[in-house]
T-cell receptor
Framework: AQSVAQPEDQVNVAEGNPLTVKCTYSVSGNPYLFWYVQYPNRGLQFLLKYITGDNLVKGSYGFEAEFNKSQTSFHLKKPSALVSDSALYFCAVREAGSSNTGKLIFGQGTTLQVKP | EAGVAQSPRYKIIEKRQSVAFWCNPI?????LYWYQQILGQGPKLLIQ????????DSQLPKDRFSAERLKGVDSTLKIQPAKLEDSAVYLC????????????FGPGTRLTVT
């Protein structure tokens, strides 16, 4: 069965410092991986995805993520955090392949708090 | 392009009452998903439509939840009768027909069952 783990409920960083939000996944085949961000009282907003190719993917608002197949991880990173990055972040996975319905499996979310 | 629209944004009902949520997808998006997001958890898929057909409803509590997507555009999700544990945010998401894979989410409907 597919699953996603986000081991940290909350990550605290100071503005200007680099940030990392961790994600590990489990699928039986090749994964498609996603990061979404959720601001209060808003829906989920797509940040970036890994489908195939370069393991380092770049997304919106300066975020990037590195796909590591051997460690089954897809950590979200940003070189310099902003206070406005404070939000709830979700990692999600779906299994590649034509038989897959496209259903996303989400982690439980990590709250990012960036302090001035 | 306009995003995914949902209404109402908030709803408070008593247990055993019924409630309905509405979703209008991005124009041309054939695949539509309904997710339930309980506080402190990630979204969980309830049902997926491809045009007006159901692709996956394995996680839908069919004794009380129902959903339809008439004409392959708008969709409604209904709960009857509601239970306290149905309190959650109900998110609608859609995907285009290309190979973009990402899902586009609406703002959600926050349901409180008292």
């Amino acid at each position: 069965a597919q699953s996603v783990a986000q081991p940290e409920d909350q990550v605290n960083v100071a503005e200007g410092n680099p940030l990392t939000v961790k994600c590990t996944y489990s699928v039986s085949g090749n994964p498609y991986l996603f990061w979404y961000v959720q601001y209060p009282n808003r829906g989920l907003q797509f940040l970036l995805k890994y489908i195939t190719g370069d393991n380092l993917v770049k997304g919106s608002y300066g975020f990037e993520a590195e796909f590591n197949k051997s460690q089954t991880s897809f950590h979200l990173k940003k070189p310099s955090a902003l206070v406005s990055d404070s939000a709830l972040y979700f990692c999600a996975v779906r299994e590649a392949g034509s038989s897959n319905t496209g259903k996303l499996i989400f982690g439980q979310g990590t709250t990012l708090q960036v302090k001035p | 392009e306009a995003g995914v629209a949902q209404s109402p944004r908030y709803k408070i009902i008593e247990k055993r009452q019924s409630v309905a949520f509405w979703c209008n997808p991005i124009s041309g998006h054939a695949t539509l998903y309904w997710y339930q997001q309980i506080l402190g958890q990630g979204p969980k898929l309830l049902i997926q439509f491809q045009n007006n057909g159901v692709v996956d409803d394995s996680q839908l509590p069919k004794d009380r939840f129902s959903a339809e997507r008439l004409k392959g555009v708008d969709s409604t999700l209904k709960i009857q009768p509601a239970k306290l544990e149905d309190s959650a945010v109900y998110l609608c998401a859609t995907t285009g027909t290309g190979v973009s894979y990402e899902q586009y989410f609406g703002p959600g409907t926050r349901l409180t069952v008292t």
